[in-house]
């Protein structure tokens, strides 16, 4: 029998890993991903931390002691290739915020339209389910049923008919953005919890198939204070509230026992004390101007990564690979260079002709107003190659379909959207992630 065991799990294996494997009947009638923004495992690996709801769902269902983020590892790449299956050379969203050629005013990833590869959302229209977008990254104009943001920037039209319904019955009017008074102590607390009511509204009176949300708090307490700081703590607990009020609409609409919870972070943190400002060195070496322009530019470090303003002008790239090479020995040792060859071993911005790996500790930032190369910036970080586990983010999945109390070493974040197709039985051919076999309850492994 186990010989048996061992053929199927293989023969499964060798099935999932073509693009066009045939899909079996869904495990779970509903998906609900969350995503916690720099939620690291030790979230609930280490009972130190107050995350009852979180530890619980980890310790009956599967959790991963590690998984690894995309380059950058930052949150809207991340989010992106955890709703596509893909690396962000091919879904497009390469950065936080787009490079724009003619100025550092360069607008935002936010429409689904910028992203060049089928989502999660579109697979489930397509299969006539139904889902919903509840802060999610990149989500204006998403091709689905509810949508929601928890705050209103100031252009806002006029609200639709679900904003209504959640303002009368859930929220109350949704306040506008307003990014000079808000205050992590507040603010980001209070849009993760009507977040959370929305999402509790919308699983108890709509039961959407899918429902994808975003919470961002412990993100912002890790930039200000880094990985321990005490309003870490409070926000891995108001996290795990938010969970815990998801897992109970569940219940209460009827769908626990049909729903498949998967709570992912989408990249670690690491404590930072100095950034590099390479904008400046260009800057000085007249390959980039102090203007809102850039002026005459012919090089740019978007974060660590260097952009040319013409791919080909091999010149420049020596002129800045010379500069980089050459610096001092003390500040030499903080950074080593990452070629193309490695960036595309990660599915980075193909429009990079290098990038900077900074050792522990240190940064690069895209800031061109620093008057000198090295900074001081404590706090907390993220973003660079996704190779030491301090940038590994959190995984947990439970629910029908899936194995119990199992621990898996680590998985890609890539690999998210495969699981959620499986449970939902729908048809997605992912270009990057993979279903592993050993997440799948032995009773639908043996259907094969």
């Not at 998801?246 to 004390?273: P, Q």
């Not at 983010?393 to 629910?399: L, Q, T």
Request: proline letters at 7%.
């Amino acid at each position: 029998m186990k010989k048996l065991t061992a053929f199927l799990l293989l023969l499964l294996m060798a099935v999932v890993a073509q693009p066009g494997f045939a899909q079996p009947k869904p495990t779970a009638k509903h998906v609900i991903l969350i995503s916690i923004d720099g939620m690291r495992p030790d979230f609930y690996t280490d009972s130190k931390w107050p995350a009852y709801t979180i530890q619980q769902l980890a310790k009956e269902g599967i959790q991963a002691r590690g998984m690894r983020p995309v380059l950058p590892s930052v949150t809207l790449p991340d989010h992106i290739t955890m709703i596509t299956g893909a690396l962000p050379m091919r879904h497009g969203i390469y950065h936080n915020q787009p490079f724009d050629a003619k100025g550092w005013s360069a607008g935002s990833f936010s429409n689904s339209s910028q992203i060049k590869v089928p989502t999660l959302w579109d697979a489930v229209k397509k299969s006539g389910g139904t889902c919903a977008a509840i802060n999610w990254p990149v989500s204006v104009g998403a091709p689905v049923n509810w949508y929601y943001r928890s705050y209103r920037t100031p252009d806002s039209s006029a609200p639709d008919e679900f904003l209504k319904e959640i303002e009368e019955n859930v929220t109350g009017k949704t306040p506008v953005a307003d990014r000079s008074q808000t205050s992590t102590d507040f603010d980001s607390y209070a849009s993760d919890m009507r977040a959370a009511n929305v999402a509790a509204y919308l699983i108890q009176k709509h039961k959407p198939n899918l429902i994808t949300v975003h919470f961002v708090t412990t993100d912002h307490v890790q930039h200000e204070q880094g990985k321990e700081g005490d309003k870490v703590y409070k926000a891995v607990a108001h996290a795990d509230v938010c969970v815990s009020q998801l897992v109970e609409a569940a219940k209460k609409a009827g769908i626990y026992e049909n729903t498949v919870f998967i709570i992912a972070g989408d990249h670690g943190f690491e404590d930072r004390h100095t950034q590099l400002a390479w904008n400046s060195l260009l800057i000085k070496e007249g390959l980039l101007e102090n203007k809102p322009d850039r002026g005459n530019w012919k090089a740019c470090f978007k974060d660590q990564f260097l952009i040319l303003k013409d791919p080909n002008d091999k010149a420049t790239l020596a002129r800045v690979r010379k500069l980089i090479e050459e610096q001092p020995a003390p500040i030499r040792k903080l950074y080593r260079i990452v070629e193309r060859a490695e960036l595309d071993k990660y599915g980075a911005d193909p429009n990079a002709a290098l990038a900077i790996q900074t050792v522990e500790g240190v940064v690069c930032t895209s800031r061109y107003n620093h008057p000198d190369l090295v900074q001081s910036t404590p706090g907390g970080s993220h973003g660079m190659l996704p190779d030491r586990p301090s940038l590994n983010a959190g995984f947990v999945a439970f629910g029908p379909g899936l194995r119990k109390k199992m621990v898996v070493p680590t998985l890609g974040m890539e690999d998210v959207a495969p699981l959620v197709a499986y449970t939902l039985g729908i048809d997605f051919k992912v270009p990057d992630g993979i279903l592993y076999p050993g997440m799948i309850a032995d009773e639908y492994i043996k259907g094969y």
